[in-house]
């Protein structure tokens, strides 16, 4: 295993009111495809953005290619293509002359991929960027931050704009992309399906901290939904449960990550009347960010 | 070496999402079916890892996973400067005593929703037989 391309150690950040890090430990190696997952105000954004240096921190430490954000060399910065939440592109400028803006900034830019992704994704060329729908600036940072071909690439919704056409040719030329130039990702998503197709690992994060990391089907093969009278499911029955409800009648409707010996345990219950489920990716979001 | 052309990922696998089943076992299962009902025979080769992983823009290492499982099963052989095809002692599809077993977790599932709908099965098989005959 060579060294993470991004770690972050007992971070800190704090936003008016809250932590909005709280002491997270997070770490991405390369060539991996990580999703970050978490409800709103869970610190997905503040985590990418204390991550590329663009907010300071109060206490922690963290290494992008080995070094500081804060103090990162400009070939390093070349590395990183990052996709923002908010696209604040320059609004006056048209496409071809945003794009020949930031071209001058990197030693290396990929001219036939930003005309093949411009003329595929049909980005108007004439228009001030200003008068672009939403989901065409949004293709436009997407294609910003891929120009470069960078090695390391941070997403922050990258998609949430897009129809399910633009997301699927999205996901597409990042699983080119990761093909061809072992790229590493970290996105943060709230659309689990894309989240299920490229991620490899899955980050749960909740009120500053990283909760739950694993490899994305691991949690699908070990988390359960089990229903069945309580009787059959006593508490404690299962090292990790994530929820339960019992209803009136006394049916227990519990979702846990089980071990290989309880993945056995709970099958052997059907004989008294246990349904065992797969649990799709939403209700674990549900139940884990809880 | 088969002059048969390799089929489209597309045409091959189909995935879905939200049911909380790895798409790796979903590629599996589907290669498994393919075989045994006779559609890949001995030779036939596959799309390499890289065509389906775009054509169904789905994480490479989870396609890579899927092939590695099949080949470590026996079921598909690493060809040399080709990528994957189907093993050779699968010459012939398997007996239908064996291929039904794979509709096994299918049915099951489906007759425990019946349960739950208290459908007897009289009334469960008779609709079976109507979507198996192509009839509404």
């Given at each position: 295993m060579s060294a993470p391309l991004l770690q972050m150690k007992d971070v800190f950040k704090h936003v008016p009111g809250k932590y909005a890090l709280n002491g997270l430990d997070f770490s991405i190696p390369s060539g991996q495809v990580v999703g970050l997952l978490g409800r709103n105000g869970a610190g997905k954004t503040t985590l990418l953005e204390c991550a590329l240096g663009l907010r300071d921190i109060e206490r922690g430490e963290i290494r992008l290619f080995g070094e500081t954000p804060a103090q990162m060399t400009d070939a390093n910065r070349a590395r990183i293509g990052y996709v923002p939440q908010q696209t604040d592109l320059f609004?006056?400028?048209s496409v071809p002359q945003m794009l020949a803006f930031f071209k001058a900034f990197y030693p290396r830019w990929n001219d036939a991929k930003v005309d093949a992704l411009t003329q595929r994704w049909s980005i108007p060329l004439t228009v001030p960027i200003g008068r672009l729908s939403v989901g065409e600036k949004q293709r436009l940072a997407i294609i910003r931050a891929l120009a470069h071909d960078p090695e390391f690439l941070i997403l922050d919704?990258?998609?949430?704009?897009?129809d399910p056409a633009g997301r699927r040719d999205f996901l597409r030329e990042l699983v080119e992309r990761t093909i061809e130039r072992e790229t590493t990702v970290v996105f943060s998503t709230h659309i689990l399906s894309d989240l299920e197709r490229v991620a490899a690992d899955v980050a749960f994060m909740r009120e500053g901290k990283i909760i739950l990391r694993q490899p994305l089907d691991v949690l699908e093969e070990q988390t359960r939904r089990l229903v069945g009278p309580a009787t059959a499911l006593p508490i404690g029955m299962f090292g990790e449960e994530l929820a339960r409800k019992v209803d009136t009648s006394g049916v227990a409707n519990i979702l846990a990550r089980l071990s290989e010996p309880e993945r056995i345990l709970a099958s052997s219950l059907a004989a008294q009347g246990v349904r065992n489920e797969a649990v799709g990716l939403e209700d674990l979001f549900i139940e884990a960010t809880q | 070496m088969t002059s048969k052309p390799i089929p489209l990922a597309t045409a091959l696998f189909t995935v879905s999402t939200g049911a909380g089943e790895p798409i790796y076992r979903q590629l599996v299962e589907q290669i498994r079916r393919l075989v045994a009902g006779g559609q890949l025979a001995a030779g036939d080769e596959l799309p390499s890892v890289r065509e389906v992983a775009s054509a169904l823009a789905i994480n490479p290492m989870t396609v890579s996973k899927a092939y590695s499982l099949l080949e470590a099963a026996g079921l598909l052989e690493r060809r040399r400067g080709v990528g994957m095809a189907v093993a050779a002692q699968h010459t012939r599809a398997q007996a239908k005593s064996e291929r039904i077993e794979l509709l096994r977790p299918s049915l099951e599932r489906a007759a425990a929703e019946a349960a739950q709908l208290e459908i007897d099965s009289a009334a469960a098989v008779q609709l079976f037989d109507r979507i198996l005959k192509g009839k509404k």
């Open positions: 609004e006056w400028l919704e990258p998609v949430a704009s897009l | -």
